[in-house]
């Protein structure tokens, strides 16, 4: 179904060359549906929501050429007038980085994604998962295929990992992570740009991507590849597994601070005298 283009200006017709599927939701941006849940997660990581003069803008998403698929099933859930450009650039990492680019400029379309939260402008420290009822496994893989990485470390383990700015989306991966692993993470800023890195290795990794990539599900298709990949690693047998870690309570900071002894408060907390030394001195420097 064609949709009207009055009062449109020439230059954002030219952006309107394709219609929505016929077989497609009737309901854009229902995050009930892991479809659309997915395409949040990816906009809200790596789309940009820009505003024009009155009420002219646009909602535009760049990724590598070789993704391209991802925004044609992108360009297929949206009931808006939509178009697909290709280009090559030089860019700090490349002479020739060839990148597609989906844009769509209807207002209503921008409404929607905005109040559900992707804002105008900059967003990467203000995003945050959706205040409405969302599939969380659809939503976090949106995330993971945009702003994410999904593969083998360079000694050859299993791994997954997001880099965000927001502290929000950094807190959810790390609360969803532990429901499906078992496996608790902090996270801190890193020293040198700011921003959150989040990492699985090994084990926790395969189980993690094994289920946010299950069969059928929409993603980039080299991320579903790796995904799968990882799965072939088995822990040689001399290899230790790492015990879990024991966070520090405020009555063990107390112990501690009461002893001033990492030798003694090791043995009273059942921990080692080099734990309590490091989390003693963290505790008199105000590192923590």
Known sequence: MALPTEGLTSKEKGFLVADQDPSAPMRFMDLQDPRY????????????????????????AEINARDIHILREFQQLTPYYSSITERVRQTNFAANHHSATWTVC??????????????????????????????????????????????????????????????????????????????????????????????????TAQQLAAHLYY??????????????????WVRPADMRVAPPRRRWTANDDRELLRLNDPAAA?????RTAQSCSMRLWRLRTGKT
């Open 37 to 60: 849940a997915y395409m949040f997660g990816f906009l809200q990581a790596d789309g940009h929501l820009a505003r024009g003069r009155g009420q002219k803008g646009r909602l535009t």
């Open 106 to 203: 209807s207002l209503e379309a921008r409404t929607t994604v905005n109040e559900l939260g992707i804002p105008y402008g900059k967003k990467s420290l203000s995003i945050k998962p959706p205040r409405t009822g969302f599939s969380h496994v659809d939503y976090l893989r949106g995330l993971i295929d945009a702003d994410g990485s999904l593969g083998w470390t360079a000694q050859g383990f299993p791994f997954l990992s997001l880099t965000s700015a927001s502290t929000a989306i950094a807190a959810y991966l790390c609360h969803y992570g532990k429901k499906i692993t078992g496996i608790d993470r902090t996270i801190s800023r890193n020293q040198r740009d700011g921003v959150y890195n989040v990492c699985y290795y090994k084990e």
């Open 215 to 232: 069969d059928g599900c929409l993603a980039l298709a080299h991320k579903k590849a790796n995904a799968g990949a990882i799965q072939s």
């Open 266 to 270: 090791g043995v009273a907390l059942n």
